[in-house]
């Protein structure tokens, strides 16, 4: 069992930057992939960016490809999300979310995560 809870969201103005932080419960979390994931008004829940359990191996969403970063450390159980250059179409709420899962590979479907947090929200003004 993984439990997640995210925080650093807020209000900024494009152009500005944000970290968020998930933290993880349980001695298991240096033995899952990560992922953020964000959900705007009326729209479906979105792949951010993932990370395998060592963090040698990240993706990101082309929306966000060289504005954000995905980072770990396990010592700590934290996952994080920094976010630069944002714009208003950032708006959303972010979720971590967890996949029992000890290899190299990290995952972009919502799909494929077992355990979710219950996210941070995120507003960007123009």
């Known amino acids: 069992q993984v439990q997640l809870v995210e925080s650093g969201g807020g209000l900024v103005q494009a152009g500005g930057s944000l970290r968020l932080s998930c933290d993880g419960s349980?001695?298991?979390?240096?033995?899952?992939?990560m992922g953020w994931f964000r959900q705007a008004p009326g729209k479906e829940r979105e792949y951010v960016a993932a990370?395998?359990?060592?963090?040698?191996?990240?993706g990101y969403a082309d929306s966000v490809k060289g504005r954000f970063t995905i980072s770990r450390d396990n010592a700590k159980n934290t996952v994080y999300l920094q976010m630069n250059k944002l714009k208003p179409e950032d708006t959303a709420v972010y979720y971590c979310a967890a996949k029992m899962y000890k290899g190299s590979l990290y995952y972009t479907d919502v799909g494929a995560y077992n355990y979710w947090g219950q996210g941070t929200q995120v507003t960007i003004s123009s």
């Open positions: 349980g001695r298991t979390f240096s033995n899952v992939a």
């Open positions: 990370i395998n359990y060592s963090g040698a191996a990240t």
